[in-house]
């Protein structure tokens, strides 16, 4: 099958297309014809140091998501899921690439009227908007912060803050990227880029912080006496780290996300469901054949992306 190899770590072009071995499903998986793999920015970081939540030895095929058909099945994997539309994560590797074996038990059914690639986008991404949403806990009315607002999570996150009736204060980098964070229903953007942003955002009662570094900490001074804050995020390379003590003295709450295996797989089916009955959409930005995987990565790290970068393996 085709793949991409990280063989060793650094810039994008470490990324190298190459065979690998047909993987061959063990007992309780299922063989998963890829068509779409999933790309988040913690690979990117993975790629460039091995930093991260994932720890391998080279060389690997990275990639931590995929969707597709199932084609065959391993001993003991439930028979009716075979030809079915399915997405899965994996265990940290092994997404880029045509073909992938996935524990069964792990599997996701791609609801009727959603398309795969939509699927793909929400697998990391909703579940994620959907936990953190859960732990910040906005009523109607209160004001939420949503930051990277048209980014894979934040967009997400923007869409779910005001349908739960909060008022939305989106921040992001750039106008096509405060555009986008309106379209999808934030009542106020702003550029964290600019000077004086956080004057432009006001006084807030959560922050859903997936920036980190001093966005983050910058963020988390606009929240009010009895606000919640969840960080999920360190796109600017490092966490916002805000000290309990200080949070304490303010009166705000640094809350985080139950991601037990049981919350995951209920927040994923939630944001699936969702977006089967038009409730929620999955912005895919950028598209890039399976040989192109660095040149996502590029652009991913480059902030020239909104939304979901997704592979597209059999283009």
């Not at 795969?116 to 953190?132: M, Y």
């Not at 096509?176 to 009662?205: I, N, S």
């Not at 996300?257 to 927040?267: E, I, T, V």
């Amino acid at each position: 099958m085709r793949a991409i190899w990280l063989r060793s770590f650094g810039d994008p072009s470490v990324l190298v297309p190459g065979a690998a071995p047909d993987p061959v499903p063990g007992p309780g998986e299922v063989l998963v014809a890829v068509e779409f793999a999933n790309t988040t920015f913690v690979e990117t970081q993975f790629r460039a140091t091995g930093a991260g939540p994932f720890r391998v030895e080279l060389p690997v095929i990275p990639g931590n998501g995929v969707g597709g058909t199932v084609t065959a099945l391993g001993e003991g994997a439930p028979a009716e899921l075979l030809g079915r539309r399915v997405v899965s994560s994996l265990s940290g590797t092994g997404g880029y690439a045509e073909l992938a074996a996935v524990p069964a038990a792990g599997l996701h059914l791609v609801p009727d009227g959603l398309a795969l690639d939509e699927a793909v986008a929400l697998l990391a991404d909703g579940r994620t908007a959907v936990l953190q949403l859960r732990a910040v806990r906005p009523a109607a009315g209160e004001r939420v912060l949503v930051e990277a607002a048209a980014g894979g999570v934040g967009s997400l996150l923007v869409q779910l803050a005001a349908a739960a009736g909060a008022q939305v204060v989106a921040a992001a980098g750039g106008a096509r990227k405060l555009a986008l964070a309106r379209e999808l229903g934030a009542d106020l953007a702003v550029d964290y880029r600019e000077p004086g942003w956080t004057e432009l955002a006001g006084p807030v009662d959560a922050v859903l912080d997936g920036v980190g570094g001093e966005v983050g900490r910058a963020a988390f001074e606009l929240l009010r006496p009895g606000g919640r804050m969840a960080s999920y995020g360190l796109s600017a390379g490092e966490w916002s780290a805000v000290p309990a003590e200080a949070a304490a003295a303010r009166g705000v709450e640094l809350v985080t996300a139950d991601r037990s295996p049981a919350a995951l797989r209920s927040a994923t089916a939630f944001a699936l469901a969702e977006a089967a009955a038009g409730r929620l959409r999955p912005v895919i930005g950028q598209r890039f054949p399976l040989a192109g995987a660095a040149a996502a990565h590029a652009a991913m790290e480059a902030r020239a992306t909104v939304g979901k970068t997704l592979l597209e393996v059999r283009r």
